[in-house]
């Protein structure tokens, strides 16, 4: 396969965000415009900038969430550069924030301030938890909305306690979806001209992506429990492989729907002579069999490498996909080919980064640096509010920017 | 407080979109859409409709990611349901499927067909693999994505095996990259005039979510590996608490970054006489003594109930959260209250579900149950396509629809 080459999907041409956000949860919504070629800027604190460059020997986190973006920095406290961010709210389509809650409201930028100073602005906020939840005052960060949110429960082994997702479903998952709502609030402002104020809670977004426990709930009555597997379907979830190491598993699922699955899989281990065995013909005789069928099928994983247990797995028509780490996806060439990761340049500084997931028109997008602290700061304020070089370095001289 | 009353965002009135997906992966990014107001209209298979819907004992998985669409029923291995559905693309705005590799094109549904029938259509599609991918040809679930994707490597506890997240970053986490990538499509077509095609692929869309592995990889130089807790802040992760059940766990976090933390949690649990203690009192000092740390804050978790525990370390100031399952989260009354919980009815079935989690103007949406087969096919193709309810009767009676 030749090299994809990136093509700008360019779809937010035009658009300003007006961005506050820190950490991850509100830059990966705003980031996410990015990519789509919003002209995100940045509003940093002069004195070392978001919270999420700062306390930390290196810049990854921040990279990694701040892509395609600007930076122009403005001390939000002094009086002259909360004028500056008012003036830029009124040239701006999109105003996000995630800070604790009232702070905002606090800096004296909240969404009475800015609706008024511009009636067709988008303002997207993430909280941890939502107006009127008892916890509506607390602080949240990823690890606690997938705690208070119900991820954890139906994370880990049986028998043993629940375990935090390593996705960030609290913070990039929450991005997510208020990236998606601020967009279909745009689509409407085309028509009716008016902005609208946008929530979304940290709590409530990872009982979205985990809201598949509803489902098993609804069937047994009782709180959904821990499926490291695929439910009763018998065998299903990881094998281990050689040589052993911490991340040498396959995971395959043999679907109670596909009747199939299973006799492909006997074939396949050299245990011919059991297709048609009752004793496991049926999902409810192998539920019964666990461990053992387990142990059947590790025996022969355990031989083999993941890739190839994957590939011959799935070869022999049973779905299946080897455990891949960080290192392993980094060092898979096609990856790089295709455009998904790219390596992300920022001053001395460099890493491989995935970028957005979904290609247009069949190419993914152009990864340009997070920007470093208020390196557009006389650009960005020219173009929006046409100040000169020398007006910035006026209030770069007074502390203001 | 009050009940909030849910308002239709109503952001996408107007926008049509023809919705051939099926199970998870797809069938959220439509319902994201519908969330937002647009006439979603799913086609499926007059015999037993989509898969989804089959093979199963309850319409509980297909309840919950299908609200508020309409069922329009075509056989699409008929040469008239074919055409009909070809009609139907050019009244368009938006085609989504998410069939296995190279089933689309077999039905005679390709880009390059419904494109040059309709070119302001945005053709969505999500693959399990991307194009270019050695597994482009394979299928996919949620979980396989979960593994070849990095999820399950950063998931589970330390010198244990792997653990696959329980919230679907695979199928949701996927949709949501969709939708959002949809809207971004059809704001750009404001000014264009034009369609495009996108495509998801299910690896890289997990990809997404666990991109903070690469963080990690970047300071180490090594695959990320499971950290159940936040990194080496000791102590954080979850702890035991009373009564000891399955999920009697509350989740808290000493930050490096605050380190007020320490010494406010040794307080709470009356070791004062630990405070300023060198053999504590720095993260990497805490780092090494670990299990001793982590056992001195159990002992004191242990003796009170997740939401005692939780609500006296949030009082005093360390951030924490309980693990909460799917059965607390439903008796919890502010999620019905604020409408992030409701009802979804189905014929003579009900269940909990939650709503779009993002508010609109401070209202959360309200839910329309998701459709019996076949509910809308009368209604859905005399509104697109102009045919009085004796035309329908007719490609009923012929098999058609």
Request: proline letters at 7%.
């Amino acid at each position: 396969m030749d090299q994809t080459t990136p093509v700008p999907p360019n779809c937010l041409a035009g658009i300003k965000v007006l961005d506050l956000t820190q950490f991850e949860a509100g830059t990966t919504c705003t980031e996410a415009l990015a990519w789509m070629g919003a002209d995100v800027v940045k509003i940093e604190n002069p004195d070392g900038g978001e919270a999420g460059r700062r306390g930390v020997a290196d810049p990854y986190y921040f990279m990694i969430y701040n892509a395609n973006k600007r930076s122009v920095t403005v001390d939000l406290k002094s009086e002259r550069g909360l004028a500056l961010v008012k003036e830029m709210a009124k040239k701006a389509d999109v105003f996000t924030e995630n800070f604790g809650p009232g702070t905002i409201e606090k800096l004296g930028l909240g969404y009475d301030v800015i609706s008024a100073l511009n009636p067709r602005i988008i303002y997207a906020q993430v909280k941890g938890f939502g107006e009127g939840s008892p916890y509506e005052k607390g602080l949240c960060f990823d690890p606690i909305a997938q705690a208070v949110g119900g991820a954890m429960s139906i994370t880990g082994e049986r028998d043993r306690p629940p375990q935090k997702p390593g996705p960030t479903i609290g913070d990039t998952g929450t991005g997510m979806l208020l990236a998606f709502s601020i967009l279909a609030a745009l689509y409407q402002r085309n028509t009716t001209g008016k902005g609208r104020q946008l929530q979304a809670a940290m709590q409530d977004s990872v009982m979205h992506y985990s809201r598949g426990m509803f489902i098993r709930q609804a069937q047994t009555k009782k709180a959904a429990q821990r499926q490291p597997g695929s439910g009763n379907n018998i065998p299903s979830g990881i094998f281990p492989c050689k040589p052993g190491g911490p991340n040498d598993y396959v995971y395959m699922l043999t679907s109670r729907a596909n009747p199939q699955h299973w006799p492909r899989l006997l074939k396949l281990i050299g245990r011919e002579d059991l297709i048609g065995d009752p004793r496991y013909d049926t999902p409810a005789a192998r539920l019964e069999r666990e461990a053992e069928v387990n142990e059947m099928v590790s025996e022969w994983t355990r031989q083999r490498s993941k890739e190839e247990a994957t590939a011959l797995i799935s070869g022999a028509g049973v779905p299946a996909g080897a455990v891949f780490d960080s290192m392993e996806l980094t060092n898979e060439e096609s990856f790089w080919k295709r455009g998904i990761l790219q390596t992300m340049h920022h001053g001395d500084w460099q890493m491989p980064m995935t970028t957005w997931p979904v290609r247009f028109d069949g190419a993914p997008a152009p990864l340009k640096p997070a920007p470093l602290l208020g390196e557009h700061t006389t650009e960005a304020l020219g173009e929006w509010l046409g100040l000169s070089p020398e007006d910035v370095a006026k209030l770069h001289k007074d502390g203001v920017v």
